[in-house]
Every structure is written in structure tokens, then in C-alpha cells.
């Protein structure tokens, strides 16, 4: 892994925890609690990842996130005591950022653990939308993820197009760039212009 | 595992779909969150159970699975804008086959992998009931499955009477047969018959 | 393990079993259903802990766990009928009991399986307090352990002293002892004393 991918890595994971710890403060949670919300948030995709791949789980290995998830607990803690301090774009954007980087590292990942294609995509999507959605389930609200403009639609993208540039030849950090640019892009644009997908609805009475 | 077992088994994966992504339409899901739901509720149990025996998750390495799920929600959005198109009688009959069948291929898995006898229904019960669980979990509901007439009860007696006949003798084909139908008696006479076990209920003060 | 862990373990397991199954008394859950809180209470962080560490799950292969939860809830079933039967005071020392246990045998099993300091803190951390995590997530409620008094706090350092205790040569029995009782301490002040760890708190509107 190059330097600039595991830095990108790094910011992701303060992002990722920084959304917990910040979800947290709603909720009057402990110290401790602030930090477990902002683990799940932040590791949470990348951990089903390794456990389905049969892989060691990176942050039993790579302690430094678990000492950066720690840490940015603790700064949401005490530096953040208005939510205002952390403005809606940047939270938006860097999201984004952290969306599309672990969705492409994702599918990397599993196809280097021989997985089928489809597979890998599908690890990619669960790597960029798992933590949000154990986030949320432990928030006890529907997860965001599920009905929230293109979320996971744009971390399958990435892992798509990350498959079909690696099929087609491109180099590993081009066709990680290129994929990552792909759902940054098209997670920007369900942001800032509202793109969504169509909502399935109706009321049903069935009871299953 | 035999050509019928293989049907039967996508016919499962097809009808928990279905159930997932009809639940999906009372909360307003995009596409993507249909699917999500349709997937933890079709192979949540099978991946919950793949995972504790350590054996390779079952959709990563055969694909169809995955397929079946993406154009089973893909045909309940375009195609059922009106829940009473799916009757309730089919959704309860085909629910109840699926329970069966996973209880029974569930305990059969664990046997081939050496566990335990106890440990293998335990397994079969998790196949047929943790994708519902997962299901209503997300839906931030209280599981129904652990309150609805003899439900996970019929799938515990699927693994126990598959463990009983495998143990005296029987091929697999006839040991699987007659305990899925057992599973599968006990669950309809608790749908048809509204027979439950007494719930057990106290308003108890302890926080713990 | 000496006989002395084995039987205080098989307490954690009772104590935790019966905290789920008395919940379950206040959902009209039928009798499988509290088997299944039971379970998830009892079992849930040490089954977490197994797969993240790769480990068999140790309930498939010691079906005595399974047969203590079995008659404890059937147990509770019967023989508890008012919630007043279990003191709350029995309650609030046997969970912290449970939880210093499972915290310190949780950090000396990750350690036996090679992982680092801080991973086997975590993994104590996990085994102590997942399966009220769980139990909770079913039920539908914010977990208590994440802004409890000092609950998943004094597991972290049921951990952290044990790891420090055989670091500087303290035999296990020595380093688990006094590990459980500085965790016991802490949690037990948390509750008597009504000590917590200052709330994180605000109103925020961040949409994420």
C-alpha cells in the first residue's frame, strides 16, 4: 500500500469516527461510548470485510487506528462542544471522500483474497457503507444508508468501475484513482444537486 | 447436494428476498436499501453460520445466490405496487418452506463440518431464523420471530429430527425430507391453528 | 483453566443468561424467544471475540455453555414469575461479577492467541460487554453499557491491569485475580457511589 493510500486511509477513519463521536453527543453517551460508536462507524465495514474474507481483521494487526479513533474521540470531546464547529460541507465532503476510499480499498482487498468479481464489489460496498449502518443500528434508527441520496449506489460504483479498470489493464493507482473519483463524483452530485434513486413505498398490511 | 436440493434451496433464497423487499416498501428504501434488505433477510443466517464454522461464506463463492437477490428485488419494486399482489397465504406456506429447508441444510452444514450434534441444530436454527432477525433488527423493530407462533421452535425441530434420523441410518435425501416436513407441519399448524407456546411476561423494574 | 475460572465462568455465563432472559420478560417473548436473549447475552461477546480472533467459537465446541443457558432460562421461566424474586442488588453485583470475568478472561485468551496489548484489551473489552450490546440492539433500545456508570470503562481495565500484572511477571492466577477485583471495584463504585464519566452532550443538527 503506497503512502499516499494509507494516509487516505488514516483520514478516512477520523472522518468515519469523528461522524460517530458527533452522532454520540446526541445521545448522552460516556466517554466510553463516544469512543465504541465512533469504532463501529469506523472500522465496522472493514471488519465484516476481513471476517467474511477470512482475513486477520486490519485493526488487530494495525493498532494505529485503533489509537486514532481514540484520539479523535477524545478531540470531539473536548473541542467540539458545538456541533457548528464542524461545518455540514466539510462533514459532506470529507463523508464522501471516506465513502468512495474505502469502497475501492475494499474491492482491492478481496480480489487480492481471490474473490470472484462480484464478490469483491459487494465487499467494497460493504466496506463503505457496514460501519454507518451498525452506526445506526445501534442508534436504533433506520439506517441513513438505505434510503439516503445515492449512498451505497455510489460505493458499488466505485467498486465496479475499480473491477473494470483493473480487467482492462490500468495500473492499481490509476485505476483506484479513477474509481475513486467515479463515486466521489457521484456521491456529490446525490448531495448537492438531490439526486435520488426513486423510493419504493406503498403500505403494506402483510405481517411476515 | 442434489439438482432438487439446489432448486429448493434458491427457492428459499427467493422467497426470504421477497419477504426483505417487501418490508423495504414501508419505509420509503431506494433501490439500493430494497436490495440490502432483501439480502440480509435471504443470506443473513447462512452467513451468520458459514462465519462461526469457519467455512467459506456461501454466496462469495457461489454468485447466484447474489443474482437471484438482485433480480427478486428488482421484480418486487417494478412489478408489486400493490402488497395484495402477493397474498398473505403464499407469503406464509412459501415463509414457512424456506424456514424448513434452511433449518434442515443448516444442521446438515454443521454435520459435515464435524460439529456437535447440539451444535448443528443450534446452526440449522440460526440459517433459518438469523436473516429475519438481521432483518428486523435493521427495521429497528422487535424480532418477530421471537414472539410469533412455534417459529423458531419449528426450525429447531427441523435440525433435531434431521440429527435424529441421520443418526439412525436414514440416506440423506429421506432423513432431510422427513424432518423439513416436521418443520414444516409444526409451522403451519402454528400459523393455521394460532397455536403458541405461553409467552412468558412480567413488567419488571430491573435495569440492570 | 483451572476448575476454579471454569466454574466462575460458567457463573458469568448463568448471571449474564438470566439479565437477558428477564428482559425478555417484558416483551412477551414465548419461551424460544427468551432462550435466544439468554443466549445472546451470554454468549454474544465471546462468540464476537472467537471470529474476530479466528478462534473456533468456544460454545460449539463446549456444548455445556448451551445446556447451562438452556435450564437457566427455563429456569427463569418457571420459577420467576415476579421480577422482585431477584433482588436487584444480587443482579447489580453478579453482572458486575460477570463482567470483571469475562473482560479478564477475554484479554488472557486473545493474548494466548498471539495478538498485540492493545488488541487483547479490546477483545476483554468485547467479551465483557458485546453480549449486553446485543441483547440490547434486539430489544430495541439505546445500549445501557454505553452510558451506563463506569460499565464497559471497568472492563477496559479488568483488561489493561491483567495485561500489566503478566507483563511484569505476575503468574495468570495472580495477574487474573487481582485484575477481576480491580475491575469489580471500579464497577461496583460506579454503581453505589452513582460515579460516571462526565455525558458527552448536544443538540446537533448534523444531517450525515
Redesign the interface.
Known amino acids: 500500500m503506497s503512502t499516499f493510500i494509507y494516509f487516505a486511509d488514516i483520514f478516512g477513519v477520523i472522518v468515519f469516527a469523528l ?1 460517530g ?14 469512543m ?2 465512533a469504532a463501529v462507524t469506523a472500522v465496522g465495514g472493514g ?1 465484516i470485510r476481513d ?2 474474507l ?1 482475513a ?2 486490519f ?3 494495525q ?1 494505529e487506528y ?2 486514532v479513533i481514540f484520539f479523535t474521540s477524545l478531540a ?2 473536548f473541542f467540539i ?3 457548528k464547529l ?1 461545518p ?1 460541507r466539510f ?2 465532503i470529507a ?1 464522501a471522500f471516506g465513502l468512495a476510499l474505502f469502497a475501492v480499498l475494499g474491492t482491492h482487498k478481496a480480489l487480492s483474497y481471490d ?2 468479481i ?2 469483491a464489489i ?1 465487499m467494497g460496498t460493504i466496506t463503505g457503507v457496514g460501519g454507518g ?1 451498525i452506526r445506526d ?17 455510489a460505493a ?1 460504483l466505485g467498486g465496479a468501475l475499480y473491477v473494470a479498470f483493473d480487467y482492462i489493464g490500468f495500473s492499481e493507482p490509476l485505476a483506484g484513482s479513477l474509481a475513486m473519483a467515479g463515486a466521489l463524483i457521484l456521491r456529490l452530485a446525490g448531495i448537492y444537486w438531490k439526486v ?13
Open positions: 461522524s463521536a458527533l452522532l454520540a453527543g446526541r445521545f448522552r453517551l460516556d466517554p466510553f461510548g463516544v465504541v460508536l471488519t471476517i467474511i477470512g486477520p481483521v485493526w488487530t494487526v493498532n485503533v489509537l470531539t470531546i462542544r458545538q456541533p464542524v455540514k462533514m459532506h463523508d474473490q470472484t462480484l464478490t459487494i449502518l443500528i445501534i442508534c436504533n434508527r433506520i439506517p441513513l444508508i438505505l434510503r439516503q441520496e445515492i449512498y451505497a449506489t458499488m435520488s434513486l426513486p423510493a419504493f413505498h406503498f403500505d403494506d398490511e402483510i405481517k411476515d
